[in-house]
């Protein structure tokens, strides 16, 4: 048999994993910009099909069923509108968010960890307040001592960000791979034309 026959018929099964759908509230606005929004080719075929989003823009590729075919999604937008929180949620994502994915101490940007302003053995406790984003040398340089006993200062204080804060910090931040059908939808850092 002609090993080439079959490959005229078959679809490689990570060809289609490259095709995520931009994920819009009612809106029209992303429900988050960093992580950006992103829903696999296949939740956003599904919520179509149960018609909870609108197809705004689609790929090329195709995706096929018995019954029927559908081009794959590039851009859908929910039917209902979902309330943003208000609460931002303490996560070491959110952390580093907030610190601008920066070591608070000397402004590196790699090997971040994180670091408690007053350290754990002195009572500090884990909070927006206390923690900060650290590279791992700082990190170790500071270790369990006040930033005065390390001689350290910080780029600025800690406090709670709020969800706006996070949303706008997230747009400073686009990802790698940004497909041409969801720039209409996406506003990083651009200039608006008079």
Known sequence: MNPE?????????????????????????????YPLSLWPWQDAVKAAFLD???????????????????????VVVL????????????????????????????????????DHVVPRASG?????????????????RKGSKSLRQAKMSLYKTPRPPSAGELLNMGRRFPPNHLHESWMDFLYWDAELEA
Not at 6 to 30: C, I, S
Request: with cysteine.
């Open 52 to 74: 909870r989003v609108d197809i705004v823009a689609e790929y090329d590729e195709v995706v096929r069923s018995p019954s029927m075919s559908i081009r794959i999604p590039s």
């Open 124 to 140: 500090g406790i884990t909070s927006w307040e206390n923690v900060v984003a650290a590279c791992a040398p700082c990190n170790l």
């Open 5 to 33: 026959f079959r490959t005229n018929f078959v679809r490689e099964p990570g060809a289609l994993k490259q095709h995520p759908a931009l994920v819009l509230n009612a809106d029209y606005r992303p429900l988050s910009y």
């Open 79 to 114: 039917k209902d509108f979902v309330k943003p929180q208000k609460r931002v949620a303490f996560t070491r994502f959110n952390l580093f968010l907030r610190d601008e994915f920066r070591c608070q101490y000397c402004g590196a940007k790699s090997e971040l960890t994180f």
